[in-house]
Each structure stands twice: as C-alpha cells, then as structure tokens.
C-alpha cells in the first residue's frame, strides 16, 4: 500500500483488486460531473503530458464510453468503459478494455471491471476505486504498464481542474 497526502494505492493480489482511494476538496456534484461529462474528462484523464480525448460517450447503465490517450508523439492507445451501473451520484462501476478506434476488443490485455465510489462530506468528497481482474496476471500486467504512476498523475489532475472550477 502506498500512502500520500490525499491517496491510497493498495494492490490486493489475493483478491485480485487495486483499490485508489482519493480525497478531493470539493463537493460531491463537482466530483461527480469531472468523472461522467466529456468535456471535464478530457481535461483530467490522461497523465501529462499525455491527453484523453472522447470520441463518444453514452453516459447511461448500457452505454459506453470511447476514448484515446494521445500521447506526446500524438499515438493513440484505445479503450472503452461499458456502463453497468449509475447510481448518481454515489456510485458507477464499468468494464473496462483496450479497443482500437473502432471499439474492436483487443484480447491480448487485460479486461478490468471498475466500482467507483463516491462520499461526500462538508464541501469535500471521497472517491473510492475498484478495479477487479480475473486474473493476478492481468493486474500485474496493468502495475507494469504503469497504472499506478499513470492514474496518481491523472488524479492529481482531477485535483487542480476541481480547485479551478470550485474557486469559480
């Protein structure tokens, strides 16, 4: 388990699962729009100096979400959540895969399905993820793609696009 000021990154290989949990000074409403609308995702989702950019999303239990992380080089790596659950705005959990532009599952890594938990208390709010896998492999397949650094970096964004929007 790793520890910082407002993160913990706890990998339970026993029941396959990464768990984040992320503290933000912000209210529930906030935090929730930044996670579910296109145009704040786009804004936090990717580390620098990567970006994410939608091609589409059907934010509804059944819909998807396709999106690209464009690296520096302008290279694109595809993946697609599909929704299970909505229960605005407390929680949503989705499967999420490595696709082409296309939405064409790429079988070769891992599947992960996603429980996004949200808290409020005050004018702050707890974020809570689950990310299961059906196999240890496939998570240390996403460890050493670099999720860990990867998703602190990208929450860490999340953080300064939530100070900037609540200050207004």
């Known amino acids: 388990m790793e520890t910082t000021r407002n993160l913990e990154f706890i990998k339970d290989v026993a029941n396959k699962k990464i768990v984040v949990i992320r503290h933000f000074d912000a209210p529930i409403d906030h935090v929730w729009r930044a996670w579910t609308e296109r145009e704040l995702l786009d804004q936090w989702w990717a580390p620098k100096p990567w970006k994410a950019e939608t091609k589409s999303i ?15 080089d302008n290279k694109k790596e595809w993946c697609r959540a599909d929704f299970n659950s909505i229960d605005a705005p407390r929680n949503f ?10 939405s064409k599952k790429n079988d070769e890594l891992p599947t992960m399905n996603w429980n996004v938990d ?20 496939d998570m240390e397949t996403i460890v050493k793609m670099g999720f860990q650094e990867g998703f602190t970096a990208a929450l860490g964004n999340l953080e300064e696009l939530l100070m900037e929007t609540t200050s207004k």
């Open 58 to 72: 059907d934010f509804r239990t059944g819909g998807s979400w396709l999106y690209a992380m464009v690296g520096p």
């Open 118 to 137: 949200f808290q409020s208390a005050d004018e702050t709010t707890k974020v809570t993820v689950s990310i299961t896998f059906d196999k240890v492999e």
């Open 93 to 102: 959990s989705i499967t999420e895969y490595f696709t082409d532009e296309n």
